[in-house]
């Protein structure tokens, strides 16, 4: 199984601050990523698939970046409904091991 | 519009079967793979594995494999989650999720476009 782990588990920022997310795969897995935000008592909602597309409705601030093994999901100008939990999930291979997460506060 | 619609709450005691449900609608139902992903309270997002109406082909996590049984009716668009013994472990919440594919010329990226509203599981004695 691929191994996805994200860092850091938590992260305290302001609103307009700019925030990035990192997530490694234990092996390389293309551009097979996908990132997702969840918050309190809600379902996931998928934010970023295929390492760099926004989903429909997701706003310009957010972007995704990198290629095999390394991959980052940056926020720029944090808004308040910015703060929630945010997984990625690597779709190279079965099973789709997603990160353990990491949960954005605000400080 | 897409929608996944679960089944509610459920409360059992272990040694007791149980299946819940997940109802798609706004989408050709046969042609999308359905996931079921599970939290642990407090905890993250586990892929249990998919199953596709249209054949009710079906792959399961290692972690789940043996221990849960998918499966689908598409003449109602609906995908089944079920155990036939539950125990304590199995309190969690469990989502399903559409998979949206796309295949490039090497091989098929997907990902999951719509969710279900998740149906809390809870097995006490």
């Known amino acids: 199984d691929i191994q996805m782990t994200q860092s850091p588990s938590s992260l305290s920022a302001s609103v307009g601050d700019r925030v990035t997310f990192t997530c490694r795969a234990s092996q390389s897995i293309s551009k097979y990523l996908n990132w997702y935000q969840q918050k309190p008592g809600k379902a996931p909602k998928l934010l970023i698939y295929?390492?760099?597309s926004l989903q429909n409705g997701v706003p310009s601030r957010l972007s995704g970046s990198g290629s095999g093994t390394d991959f980052t999901l940056t926020i720029t100008s944090l808004q308040p409904e910015d703060f929630a939990t945010y997984y990625c999930q690597q779709s190279y291979s079965t099973p789709y091991t997603f990160g353990q997460g990491t949960k954005l506060e605000i400080k | 519009e897409v929608q996944l619609v679960q089944s509610g709450a459920e409360v059992k005691k272990p040694g007791e079967s149980l299946k819940i449900s997940c109802k798609g609608s706004g989408y050709n139902f046969t042609n999308y793979w359905i996931a079921w992903v599970r939290q642990m309270p407090g905890k993250g997002l586990e892929w249990m594995g998919i199953?596709?109406?249209?054949?009710?082909?079906?792959k399961y996590g290692p972690s789940f494999q043996g221990r849960v049984t998918f499966s689908a009716d598409k003449s109602i668009s609906t995908a089944y989650l079920q155990w036939s013994s539950l125990q304590a472990s199995d309190t969690a919440i469990f989502y399903c999720?559409?998979?949206?594919?796309?295949?490039?010329?090497?091989?098929?990226?997907?990902?999951?476009?719509?969710w279900g509203q998740g149906t809390l599981v809870t097995v006490s004695s």
């Open positions: 999720a559409r998979q949206t594919d796309y295949s490039s010329s090497s091989r098929t990226i997907n990902w999951f476009d719509s």
């Open positions: 295929a390492t760099f």
């Open positions: 199953i596709y109406p249209g054949d009710s082909d079906t």
